[in-house]
């Protein structure tokens, strides 16, 4: 599966209001310099230290606004 990777505060910067919220993102241990990834369905990963978990996802057009974010590209 591929992926595209950021922090924690690029996913805040992504995430639009009929999505996950940022007191979401909080207590699902999404803190700014978290590592996340997304794969090409819009599912949200969060590193833990074991352990890739599954803490939502995003809606619609999102590939545009990951890209226009990160500048990348699923890898």
Do not use: C
Not at 14 to 19: A, L, P, R, S
Not at 39 to 53: P, S
């Amino acid at each position: 599966m591929r992926f595209i990777e950021m922090t924690g505060q690029t996913l805040r910067e992504i995430v639009q209001e009929d999505e996950l919220h940022v007191d979401d993102l909080a207590s699902a241990g999404v803190h700014s310099d978290s590592f996340v990834r997304i794969n090409e369905q819009g599912d949200i990963e969060v590193r833990r230290t074991d352990r890739w978990d599954v803490i939502g996802g995003l809606l619609g057009n999102y590939l545009p606004r990951i890209k226009k974010e990160t500048g990348l590209d699923y890898a």
